[in-house]
């Protein structure tokens, strides 16, 4: 099956700090990915839509200056949680689709960040 | 996308066949049924999808109902490494659309 990595596995930072999450599609190419979060006992909540070379799409509530996103190819989109909180402390995951098929979504392993 | 209903928690012996049911009343006729886990602190695993037939892999097997709404993921011999989170997902089959995630059927496999 496809496979989708995350680098950092987890990240622990001072608050004011920025931090960067790849997210990368291992032997597949990946037009659109998505960046989820996800707190203790709750479910996966989108945060945005990354389509290769343009714009992300940002869900309601999501601070689009907070948490950058950057597709610049094909297979690696990366999250930058600008300015970090002791809040912003979750799970975070990607996902991407393949394209082909019913483009099935493929998920990463996870990035747990925690601020200090 | 179309809600769906999963049951908050179903529990499991080790070694017999686990049945998740889910509804998915409003589900319109382009629709795929998607489902998949979450272990512990892990990402989302895909499972299986369906649109109207059966579908059986190396993982599970997927019924889906006649009228397609509601469906039942089946785990035909359930170990200790199947316990999870269940995430049972409608939604049309574009690359640009998202998962939208519920609240899951939380599966306890027992020895």
């Known amino acids: 099956g496809a496979v989708v990595s995350q680098h950092p596995s987890r990240v622990i930072c001072k608050s004011g700090t920025s931090v960067k999450i790849e997210c990368r599609s291992l032997?597949?190419?990946?037009?659109?990915m998505f960046w989820y979060r996800q707190f203790p006992k709750q479910s996966l909540m989108l945060m945005a839509t990354s389509n290769e070379g343009s714009k992300a799409t940002y869900e309601q509530g999501v601070e689009k200056d907070k948490f950058l996103i950057n597709h610049a190819s094909l297979t690696l989109s990366t999250l930058t949680v600008t300015s970090a909180h002791p809040e912003d402390s979750s799970f975070y995951i990607c996902?991407?689709?393949?394209?082909?098929?019913?483009?099935?979504?493929?998920f990463g392993p996870g990035t747990r960040l925690t601020v200090l | 996308d179309a809600k769906t209903t999963q049951p908050t928690s179903m529990d499991c012996a080790e070694g017999r066949a686990a049945n998740l049911p889910c509804n998915h009343s409003?589900?319109?006729?382009?629709?795929?049924v998607y489902w998949y886990r979450q272990i512990h602190s892990q990402g989302p695993q895909y499972i299986i999808h369906?649109?109207?037939n059966n579908e059986t892999n190396e993982m599970a097997s997927l019924i889906i109902t006649e009228d397609r709404k509601s469906s039942t993921l089946i785990l035909p011999h359930a170990t200790l490494r199947d316990t999870a989170v269940y995430y049972c997902?409608?939604?049309?089959?574009?690359?640009?659309?998202?998962?939208?995630f519920g609240g899951g059927t939380r599966l306890m496999v027992k020895p």
């Open positions: 997902i409608v939604r049309l089959p574009n690359a640009g659309n998202m998962l939208t």
């Open positions: 996902s991407a689709s393949t394209d082909r098929g019913t483009d099935t979504q493929y």
């Open positions: 409003t589900i319109s006729g382009n629709e795929y």
């Open positions: 369906g649109l109207k």
């Open positions: 032997d597949f190419q990946a037009t659109t």
